[in-house]
């Protein structure tokens, strides 16, 4: 049932161990222990429920990977913790002792297994008064790196990484600090970041109009920016290195349920979840590659299937609000009065492959469309029916559904996440992402290991007769099918990844899955290295006029290039001369030959990639010699490779070095261990310069856990190698 991937990350993550380490359950353990722990509550309505049946129905629902909670309520439902919301929503007070309650209520949530979400726009701007102090302040951006350095010190145990989601309004006079503030990838790195754009502040970007900026403790006007020139700064960090995102507010607003108690201002860690000051909210996926009927290989919906699942689902989750054991009082109580739960899926991409219908068309957004309709809607009737039983949420009187006739039990119920660790137990597909590879290798279990490849690819590749180890390596070397020869066209056309999907059917597919979920959608618009600004501003009109209610998007490759200031102008850091070296690729291709010199026979390997020569290696025979010498030329030049030193500079700085054992034996063709490497070089060069390697899609950033190559995602890394993910 569970793959040999699933089961490393559920022993390692998930199940529960004594003080020593030592696991306390199995697999089918800990999610019976979920399943009790959800299900006792029914005894809080009905003294007579049968908790082992409703047990026994949410055991089913998980183990059969048709429907997982989110991360906290399958580490500590059953345990002493008792945490089992995944996002939460802190106010920032504009106080000394209010910024610091804040940093406090943030680490004990982190401790507890959650990610937080904040808006710093109730600071004042930076060099206004403090007049309790008679200094000045230090504005929004100074006190996110205090609430970055004590999420790093807390990591949350080890399990769960703080993941933390910053939002500034794009009218505080500290916006543009704000939008370049991760201008060094190693600043502010627990943090995800959202500018707040308001509507009036689009319109004024698109007539290319000033816009005011607002004291946020008066709110009168503290200063006007360009609104096009401010929106393009926006463009030019993202396009660098995919921040800021955007979350639309007034959207947001719109669809709060208790305007009456307050605005929202802020989302959780990967934006699919706006929450009021102290709100909570706990999330759930149904696996969609689950809700499809067979016959005789040909898929279709299974709409009855998805139904139960919507309704055991949406019960599971409004268990979980009186099960779950808050970190604070207020967030109890808040928690509690609005009862917002957010369903969501997995498996989406999963589901189109075994339909049969390209991401990237029209009946794919059709598909997205019927799907999360029907969801919503059965989500929102089962609901009702548990109001009628237990009663509506207690927030009712104070929210947009006063005076309804069947109100809801609950406040939200449809929120999209990214999935990242649940898909990996559930072996599909992210979220609502497009797959992002449909083959690679583990880096982790070592050279020669075979490919790994989407299952239902496979099984169709053999069925259809045109499956070989070797052009499954074809295809792991670059995750698509894009340039590799031997693929019928209907399957090429069916199984497009996440870099094949162009930025209009990425967002197209977003909006509609917005159009039916209450909350929000998580999802990351990916973009090719060479994608332009114009390309990013667009995409972000386009969400705006799709209705969208944010965006995030992600240029593969930008974070790989630091970028530095010099006054106002900006420069890669392979520009500079802090040169910084790109990551190794996944993939590379190269030759090795073997040169024989004074100390005996020295083995060059040179191997490059769609960029370049990145990388050489060196190994000498048995008979002694130099090795510490040549390996750690080999480093330095590796390095400087793909630092973006030019190859030919490096061979002419080669060739022709001397040395003394060599040159005592003559009749040998080169002088030294670094000329054969510089010869070795030309040769490489050569073949690069005529072959080109086969296109490789390289990662971002390697995993700190298992180096294998990490995905953009929703807002969030995961690593499919070992399961690490920087926000679930």
């Known amino acids: 049932m569970f793959s040999e991937n699933a089961m490393r990350v559920l022993e390692r993550r998930y199940i529960a161990r004594d003080e020593r380490g030592k696991p306390l359950e199995d697999i089918a353990g800990l999610f019976r222990r979920v399943a009790d722990a959800i299900a006792a509550v029914e005894l809080k309505f009905d003294a007579d429920a049968n908790v082992r049946a409703v047990a026994d129905r949410f055991a089913l629902r998980m183990t059969g990977l048709q429907f997982l909670p989110n991360s906290p309520t399958l580490m500590n439902a059953g345990r002493p913790l008792g945490q089992l919301a995944a996002c939460f929503v802190l106010p920032i007070d504009d106080s000394l002792a209010g910024i610091f309650e804040t940093v406090k209520n943030a680490a004990l949530i982190h401790q507890s297994g959650g990610g937080t979400g904040f808006s710093f726009s109730r600071l004042r701007q930076e060099g206004s008064a403090v007049r309790s102090s008679g200094g000045v302040a230090s504005g929004p951006v100074s006190f996110m790196k205090v609430f970055n350095a004590a999420t790093e010190a807390i990591k949350q145990g080890g399990t769960r990484r703080g993941a933390n989601m910053g939002l500034l309004r794009v009218d505080h006079p500290d916006i543009r600090a704000f939008i370049g503030c991760k201008q060094d990838s190693k600043e502010i790195n627990n943090f995800n970041l959202s500018v707040g754009i308001t509507e009036a502040f689009m319109e004024a970007a698109e007539k290319g109009a000033d816009f005011p900026l607002r004291d946020p403790r008066t709110g009168e006007e503290a200063g006007r920016e360009n609104a096009r020139e401010l929106f393009d700064l926006i463009v030019e960090m993202a396009w660098k290195n995919g921040e800021p995102g955007i979350v639309f507010l007034d959207r947001l607003n719109r669809d709060n349920i208790v305007p009456e108690i307050g605005q929202i201002e802020a989302t959780n860690p990967c934006g699919e979840q706006p929450l009021l000051p102290f709100e909570s909210c706990n999330l759930g996926s149904i696996n969609l590659s689950k809700m ?17 699942v919507v309704d055991d689902a949406v019960h599971f989750l409004d268990n979980v609000i009186e099960a779950n054991r808050y970190p604070l009082d207020a967030i109890r109580e808040m928690s509690l009065g609005t009862r917002k739960i957010g369903l969501g899926v997995m498996g989406f991409a999963d589901m189109l492959f075994m339909l049969g219908i390209p991401y990237d068309s029209d009946e794919g957004v059709a598909t997205a469309d019927a799907v999360m309709a029907f969801i919503h809607k059965r989500a929102r009737e ?7 039983l ?3 949420f207690p927030y009712l009187d104070r929210s947009v559904c006063k005076g309804d006739a069947d109100p809801p039990r609950n406040g939200t119920v449809t929120t999209i996440a990214p999935t990242g660790t649940l898909s990996i137990i559930a072996s599909c597909s992210s979220g609502i ?16 290991a075979p490919p790994e490849t989407h299952a239902y690819f496979e099984h169709l590749a053999r069925k259809r007769g045109f499956y070989s180890e070797a052009l499954m390596r074809k295809v792991a070397a670059g995750g698509t099918l894009a340039g590799v020869d031997g693929i019928p066209d209907d399957v090429r056309r069916v199984f497009v990844t996440a870099h094949d999907v162009s930025p209009e059917y990425h967002i197209r597919m977003q909006a509609a899955f917005q159009r ?3 909350n929000a959608v998580s999802k990351t618009v990916n973009f090719g290295h060479g994608a332009t600004r114009d390309d990013v501003r667009e995409a972000y009109r386009l969400a705006f006029r ?30 500079s001369k802090g040169a910084l070296p790109r990551p190794r690729p996944r993939v590379t291709t190269g030759i090795t030959e073997k040169v024989r010199i004074g100390c005996g026979n020295l083995y060059v390997t040179v191997n490059y990639d769609d960029q370049g020569i990145c990388e050489v290696f060196t190994n000498l025979g048995r008979a002694g010699g130099c090795p510490s010498q ?12 793909r630092a973006g030193l030019d190859v030919e500079t490096v061979i002419e700085q080669l060739r022709g070095i001397r040395c003394h054992s060599t040159l005592r034996q003559p009749g040998l063709s080169v002088l030294s261990c670094p000329d054969a490497i510089g010869r070795v070089l030309e040769k490489a060069l050569s073949a690069f310069k005529g072959e080109r390697a086969e296109p490789t899609r390289e990662a971002a950033s390697a995993c700190p856990e298992c180096g294998s190559g990490i995905e953009y995602e929703g807002g969030c890394v995961i690593c499919r190698g070992c399961g690490y993910s920087k926000c679930e």
């Open 382 to 388: 089962k609901s009702k029916a548990l109001a009628a």
């Open 546 to 575: 799709l209705g969208c209610k944010g965006l995030t998007i992600y240029r593969d490759g930008s974070r790989d290039e630091q970028v530095l200031y010099a006054g106002n102008q900006s420069v890669s850091a392979r520009e």
């Open 433 to 448: 992402e497009p797959l992002f590879a449909l083959s690679y290798v583990r880096s982790d279990l070592g050279e020669g």
């Open 390 to 392: 237990r009663g509506p």
């Open 292 to 308: 499809l009927r067979d016959a005789s290989g040909v898929y279709s919906i299974d709409y009855e299937l998805l139904g139960d």
């Open 630 to 641: 040549s390996e750690a030329t080999s480093r330095l030049i590796s390095t400087a490779l």
């Open 516 to 518: 039916h979920t209450d």
